[in-house]
């Protein structure tokens, strides 16, 4: 009967340790395998979408990445919206995009987005400008090229034909 006892004891010790659920670090609407990733410090960053919600750049990472930097007033990125609008569709789940909004109002920048359809694309509101600091980003409309690794591979502006061979080049 002791031994029954201590066995029951051990069961219920071992179980109650696995039971309780794992920490985890990334939030809840990462894609899975967001854990297992290391995130290298080109990426880690925070911010908020322009819809108001918490973004957290480690979720860029391990595949590679085209940070956008636009401003809603400028007709540069305005020119540029639908090829990033196009090149983001066309390389969905393979390569990933963000826009990061400054020099301009909330408000304008949801217009922006509206106006060139650009919902597909995450679009981060940067108006304190931290991560365009980060990047040491000084005008728009300019992209940072990110490798699979977070390595930046490209900073400047780019034209249509630049930035579809860039996004070509990481898709391989």
């Known amino acids: 009967m002791r031994r029954r006892a201590v066995l029951l004891a051990a069961a219920s010790a071992l179980l109650a340790a696995g039971c309780g659920a794992p920490e985890k670090t990334t939030a809840a609407w990462d894609p899975p395998g967001a854990e297992a ?6 990426l880690a960053f925070t911010g908020k979408t322009i819809d108001g919600k918490p973004y957290d750049g480690s979720l860029l990472a391990g595949r590679p990445t085209i940070l956008w930097f636009w401003a809603p007033w400028c007709a540069t990125c305005a020119s540029e919206a639908q090829s990033v609008r196009d090149l983001e569709e066309q390389y969905r789940g393979k390569i990933n995009f963000l826009g990061v909004a400054g020099m301009g109002d909330n408000k304008a920048m949801h217009q922006f987005v509206d106006d060139f359809e650009l919902r597909t694309v995450p679009h981060l509101d940067d108006q304190a400008g931290v991560i365009w600091k980060k990047f040491k980003i000084a005008e728009q409309s300019l992209y940072v090229v990110l490798d699979d690794k977070g390595k930046v ?10 930035l579809t061979a860039e996004v070509k080049s990481l898709a391989v």
């Open 37 to 42: 990733r290391a995130v290298p410090a080109t």
């Open 153 to 162: 591979r490209k900073t400047g502006y780019l034209d249509d034909l630049q």
